[in-house]
């Protein structure tokens, strides 16, 4: 029984140190790319459906909602704080996670972690999405869609790896970003033939973006 005892008390201070050794996983999560539309389209209502991701174990309800903002404000759509002129509405059509190298955790576990203590990444987290871009006027007309597909990798290891507990929620928001990465050259290429579209149509009534804004910064 003792020595049960001295093996869980080995297991828990070496999985504690484990996490004091990891990567923040704050900066990735926050941070959206710089890289604007050469014509930013006029500010836009934003909604999300996460379809099949908002099932995952790592992803927080509010993440597609607050990356979708953050893109559209940093590179997509003039700032606002009154009058809206259309919707953007990002939907994930599919969405898959791998965990890699996890067999390899029971040969760590029998060595103590002593493999993650050198370096070795304990498993890697992998998401790979579909999602589309959809922009329409303020009656609700749709005027284009735009789809692209994004991979996220987290590995969980010392040093160079993220906590286990943040690696299923980094490795779908690098997903997410890195498909909405690939969409934005068609909304640039588009932005020449919606952007009058949308102010033709007019403002929408009652709109909402300044609370929406507000969310996406948090």
């Not at 498993?123 to 329409?136: G, H, I, K, M």
């Amino acid at each position: 029984m003792k020595i049960k005892l001295h093996f869980i008390y080995i297991l828990l201070f070496i999985t504690g140190m484990l996490a004091a050794g990891c990567r923040s996983a704050k900066v990735p999560l926050a941070a959206t790319p710089f890289a604007p539309l050469r014509e930013r389209l006029p500010a836009l209502e934003v909604a999300t459906d996460p379809g099949p991701l908002g099932a995952s174990d790592g992803l927080l309800p509010e993440d597609p909602l607050r990356l979708f903002t953050n893109e559209l404000q940093r590179n997509v759509a003039e700032p606002t704080d009154s009058a809206t002129f259309g919707y953007a509405r990002l939907v994930v059509t599919h969405a898959a996670t791998r965990r890699r190298l996890r067999g390899w955790q029971a040969v760590q576990m029998a060595l103590l972690l002593t493999p993650t203590f050198l370096g070795v990444p304990l498993e890697t987290y992998q998401t790979d999405v579909t999602a589309e871009v959809q922009v329409s006027d303020a009656q609700g007309r749709v005027l284009g869609t735009y789809a692209g597909k994004g991979s996220g990798r987290a590995r969980v290891a010392m040093y160079h790896g993220y906590a286990q507990k943040n690696a299923p929620r980094l490795a779908d928001v690098l997903a997410l970003r890195d498909a909405l990465a690939r969409i934005r050259p068609q909304l640039d290429t588009a932005a020449a033939r919606l952007r009058p579209l949308l102010l033709a149509h007019g403002p929408v009534d009652n709109p909402t973006l300044p609370t929406a804004a507000a969310r996406g910064r948090r």
